[in-house]
Nanobody, 115 residues
């Protein structure tokens, strides 16, 4: 079955960096678009970044462009999110996502950015 496990969250000061990782299993990872979402306290879940199956194409929500980088390793079946120049408004639970016949989500990893 599809399984997504995020790691790498934590507490960081404004301007700092974190690298999130998502380990995937149970499906043809190298055929599949992967995404990162986040959900801030009291807000709806929002899409953050997307990477194509080969890794050749990436897209980002405007608020993270130039600061976040999504990447993948198809041999290891992982997708990472490198987050630089973090801001307090980046504080959220970050989720790895893929869509097969429905959305699949990991358990999330919490990122807190202090001012």
């Amino acid at each position: 079955q599809v399984q997504l496990v995020e790691s790498g969250g934590g507490l960081v000061q404004s301007g700092g960096s974190l690298r999130l990782s998502c380990a995937a299993s149970g499906f043809r990872f190298d055929w599949t678009v992967m995404r990162w979402y986040r959900q801030a306290p009291g807000k709806e879940r929002e899409w953050v970044a997307r990477i194509s199956a080969t890794g050749a194409a990436t897209t980002y929500t405007d608020s993270v462009k130039g600061r976040f980088t999504i990447s993948r390793d198809n041999a290891k079946q992982t997708v990472d999110l490198q987050m630089n120049s973090l801001k307090p408004e980046d504080t959220a639970v970050y989720y790895c996502n893929t869509y097969r016949d429905r959305d699949f989500w990991g358990q999330g990893t919490e990122v807190t950015v202090s001012s």
